[in-house]
């Protein structure tokens, strides 16, 4: 059974809510989440893991932009 963790998403449309994600063997989230839209994964928003120690969070997914 692989470990998973709830991620926060800053920025774009999905400001504010949360994903959860599966770790690696490594024990980190994947790299980027796509957040789908109503539109699928052609107009999804791309969001990029940082750590947030700022905010006394390990992870965050930051927005960057739309895939398209």
Known sequence: ?????QIPLIGGTADGETVTVELDSNGR????H??????????AQIYELQSDDEHAREWVYTFRGPAA
């Open 1 to 5: 059974m692989a470990s998973t963790m």
């Open 29 to 32: 989230p994947p790299l980027t």
């Open 34 to 43: 796509h957040h789908l839209g109503p539109e699928g994964l052609a107009h």
